[in-house]
């Protein structure tokens, strides 16, 4: 079987596992703190992945500072918002459940972006999606318990823009380096990534790391599982045209990510959420359907 079949599946499981991590590492870590060691030793091990396999680097200083450019935003400025969202209370199945606005996003920056004009269908599915979100995070916002609303808005709206931060990192992947090795422009993006990330460790925390079991078991997988296996995939996907099929398959990401999140934390799957879910998944297969559709004849 080829890789390019299971690829999209692969991709969308070891993708959902990251907002569990997010949430379990948060118990042994500052957020900035863990991403700036992940990233580290992301890089180092794509560095030494190049070496060994014997990787072709960008011949073009225009190729790296892209490739360090996408990094910025596909991982550091999205993984720190996201994470920093978690750690400060967004529960992983609600913030599971905002990470599939990435399809609708991808689609609402396609006709400014690549000209690309939105079917009635994908535009009914974009209210879908976030109709979907509003009623999955509404019993957080208006938690009788939480007297300062914007103590939870804060959060839900950075783990938004972290959305929109991937979106954005995901297209100028795709328009901008579509040739090159995906071993070396990895090993770059991660540098990009820690450009982030470590400023704000230094600035806005205490280098807080347990070194606990449990806390050096959430770094190896975020480094081995997330970082080489979930990101290499998604290049790859990337890379090969098939984003649009990785993206209808992210409608199974929310459940997953919700039911995850109640095995490992016991986050309950209220009628919101899961009402919510549903409505999201409705919402972004309507927005990516109409996109493969256009996309069979080329394909055949």
């Known amino acids: 079987m080829s890789l390019d079949r299971f690829a999209p ?5 070891l993708w959902s596992t990251g907002w569990v991590v997010a949430k379990y590492a948060a118990l042994h ?3 900035f703190t863990f991403l700036s060691i992940r990233y580290v030793l992301s ?3 794509f560095l030494a992945f190049c070496l060994a396999s014997g990787a072709q680097w960008p011949k073009s200083r225009t190729t790296w500072l892209r490739a360090v450019y996408s990094g910025f935003f596909l991982h550091g400025f999205y993984l720190a918002g996201l994470w920093w969202a978690i750690a400060n209370g967004v529960p992983a199945g609600i913030s599971g459940i905002i990470a599939a606005l990435q399809p609708l996003l991808t689609a609402m920056a396609a006709p400014f972006l690549v ?3 939105l079917q009635q269908t994908q535009k009914l599915g974009l209210v879908f999606g976030f109709i979907g979100i509003a009623i999955a ?3 957080k916002l208006l938690d009788p318990a939480t007297s300062d609303l914007t ?3 804060l959060p839900l709206a950075i783990n938004l823009i972290a959305m929109g931060s991937v979106t954005y990192g995901t297209l100028y992947q795709k328009k901008h ?3 090159g090795d995906l071993r070396s422009i990895a090993t770059l993006q991660y540098v990009g990534a820690l450009f982030l990330t470590l400023p704000l460790s230094l600035i806005f925390e205490h280098q807080q790391f347990d070194g606990t079991a449990q806390a050096f078991a959430a770094l190896i997988w975020s480094v081995f599982g997330l970082s080489m296996g979930g990101v290499g995939l998604l290049l790859y996907l990337i890379r090969r045209g098939q984003v649009s099929r990785a993206a209808s398959l992210i409608y199974l990401m929310p459940p997953a990510v919700a039911f995850e999140a109640f095995i490992a934390f016991g986050e309950p799957l209220t009628v919101p959420l899961i009402l919510g879910t549903v409505i999201v998944v409705v919402g972004v297969y309507l ?3 109409k996109a493969v559709e256009r996309r069979r004849p080329v394909e055949a």
């Open 151 to 153: 103590h939870a808005a």
């Open 287 to 289: 927005t990516n359907r």
């Open 9 to 13: 599946a692969v991709f969308v499981f």
């Open 29 to 31: 870590s500052e957020p």
């Open 177 to 179: 380096l579509q040739s």
């Open 43 to 45: 890089a180092l091990a």
């Open 137 to 139: 995070i509404s019993p």
């Open 115 to 117: 000209g690309e004009r």
